[in-house]
């Protein structure tokens, strides 16, 4: 299991923008980096879906809803991955996930919520 931490959720106002980070603060820089990384969403009632994602070789997967509009991005001195959001919609409403897949498998973080009001 991978220790992740996410942060940079909140409210923020249709057209806004939000970066959210994951730290993986008790993985060791050689091992993050060879984790392929990624966000995802859930939003009430809804099954959590693929937002982006960043492999270790930093090929990089945005889904068509967000395609555009975010970004996502890792630094692995830093053994952290960011989401920048833009533009944001009410549809955007959702608690976001970081995830790290390693040779063991998934681990996700807490979540951290993001809303944009309608």
């Known amino acids: 299991q991978v220790h992740l931490v996410e942060s940079g959720g909140g409210l923020v106002q249709p057209g806004g923008s939000l970066r959210l980070s994951c730290a993986a603060p008790?993985?060791?820089?050689?091992?993050?980096?060879?984790?392929?990384m990624g966000w995802y969403r859930q939003a009430p009632g809804k099954q959590r879906e693929l937002v982006a994602q960043?492999?270790?070789?930093?090929?990089?997967r945005i889904a068509d809803s967000v395609k555009g509009r975010f970004t996502i991005s890792k630094n692995n001195s830093r053994k952290m991955v960011y989401l920048q959001m833009s533009s944001l919609k009410p549809e955007d409403t959702a608690v976001y996930f970081c995830?790290?897949?390693?040779?063991?498998?998934?681990?996700w973080g807490q979540g951290t919520q993001v809303t944009v009001p309608s």
């Open positions: 960043i492999t270790s070789d930093n090929i990089i």
């Open positions: 995830k790290a897949q390693t040779p063991y498998g998934p681990s």
């Open positions: 008790r993985t060791i820089f050689s091992v993050f980096t060879g984790y392929d």
